[in-house]
């Protein structure tokens, strides 16, 4: 079993950028492929981005390319997404999740096998 925990969600402005990180208790982290998604309020769980398991490919919804960027240090087992130019529309709770065996898909969230809690991100207009 992995245990995800996210931190740096909050409050920001139209425009403004955020943080977020994901702490994995797990020793074998650098062999997983891991994934951010969101859920608004009233809305079902969409993917917002992932990252292969060394970093080298990286994968984003159409909503967020260009001003999302995914990444992660397998020295400290975290995954990071950093949130630029942010929208009233990107408001949600984002989730982190990790994929421990192979699957085919990186933007379904049910071929992913852990979960954190989430942390909500509001964007104010």
């Known amino acids: 079993q992995v245990q995800l925990v996210e931190s740096g969600g909050g409050l920001v402005q139209a425009g403004g950028s955020l943080s977020l990180s994901c702490a994995a208790s797990?020793?074998?982290?650098?062999?997983?492929?891991m994934g951010w998604f969101r859920q608004a309020a009233g809305k079902e769980r969409e993917f917002v981005a992932a990252?292969?398991?060394?970093?080298?490919?990286?994968w984003y919804a159409d909503s967020v390319k260009g001003r999302f960027t995914i990444s992660r240090d397998n020295t400290e087992n975290s995954l990071s997404l950093q949130m630029n130019s942010l929208k009233p529309e990107d408001t949600a709770v984002y989730s982190c999740a990790v994929q421990i065996s192979y699957r085919h898909s990186v933007y379904n969230a049910q071929q992913y096998d852990f979960w954190g809690q989430g942390t909500q991100v509001t964007v104010s207009s």
């Open positions: 990252i292969s398991q060394s970093g080298g490919t990286t």
């Open positions: 797990t020793r074998t982290f650098s062999t997983y492929r």
